[in-house]
């Protein structure tokens, strides 16, 4: 069974354009989170979809937005990016949210905005 | 305001045992995670708990209290690979994860 699937697995953007990364989840999982991590930092909640909705968005701000699709990929966009936007974005995947669903995580795509 | 609270950092020695504590305040609580991630790379699943009490899992065991809002993770017979961050994340009412800001584990020889 193939895990998470994140792509691009890293590039290099400009600051002032934008970018798009791609998630494919676990087969069956219907839950797909975005999160974002700088080195040697925790873990900062994105967004989470469920069934092409949105049901949490954390603390970022509308530069960052997502979707998901009907297949359950989703996808986060970053616009007019910004050199604090260099990070490591995880995507993690779940059947849904239930208590006890383990979410699990992608390998992340790492950004680096110059 | 929801928090979850683990030390920065603790260092121990190969073959020992060391205790990572996680303490919590959510809104609500349905279940509470265990995650490694090695430098550089994605968090790893290592246990759930949900009721009050011990899980073992080989080296690694995991203990709750939720009229406390506690929980460690212990890892025993330390070996180098264990080197990692070691992250509580809680899940709220909401089914949401709540993560704390990670421990960094430095095992030394």
């Known amino acids: 069974k193939a895990g998470v699937t994140q792509t691009p697995r890293y590039l290099i953007k400009t600051r002032g354009q934008q970018v798009t990364l791609s998630c494919s989840p676990i087969?069956?999982?219907?839950?797909v989170s975005w999160y974002q991590q700088t080195p040697g930092q925790g873990l900062q909640f994105l967004f989470e979809?469920?069934?092409?909705?949105?049901?949490n968005k954390g603390n970022f701000p509308g530069r960052f937005s997502g979707r998901q699709f009907s297949n359950s990929r989703s996808e986060m966009n970053v616009s007019t990016l910004e050199l604090g936007d260099s990070a490591l974005y995880l995507c993690a995947s779940s059947s849904g949210p239930t208590a006890g669903n383990t979410i699990y995580f992608g390998e992340g795509s790492w950004l680096t905005v110059v | 305001g929801q928090n979850i609270d683990q030390p920065t950092e603790m260092t121990a020695t190969e073959g020992a045992i060391v205790q990572i504590n996680c303490t919590y305040q959510t809104s609500g609580f349905n279940g509470l995670f265990w995650y490694q991630q090695h430098a550089g790379e994605a968090p790893t699943f290592l246990s759930y708990?949900?009721l009050d009490g011990l899980e073992e899992k080989g080296r690694f065991s995991s203990f709750l209290s939720r009229s406390k809002g506690y929980s460690y993770l212990l890892l025993k017979e330390l070996q180098m690979k264990d080197s990692a961050s070691y992250l509580c994340a809680v899940m709220d009412s909401n089914y949401q994860l709540i993560w704390g800001a990670g421990t960094k584990l430095i095992i030394k020889p």
């Open positions: 087969s069956g999982h219907r839950s």
């Open positions: 979809y469920f069934s092409e909705t949105q049901r």
């Open positions: 708990n949900v």
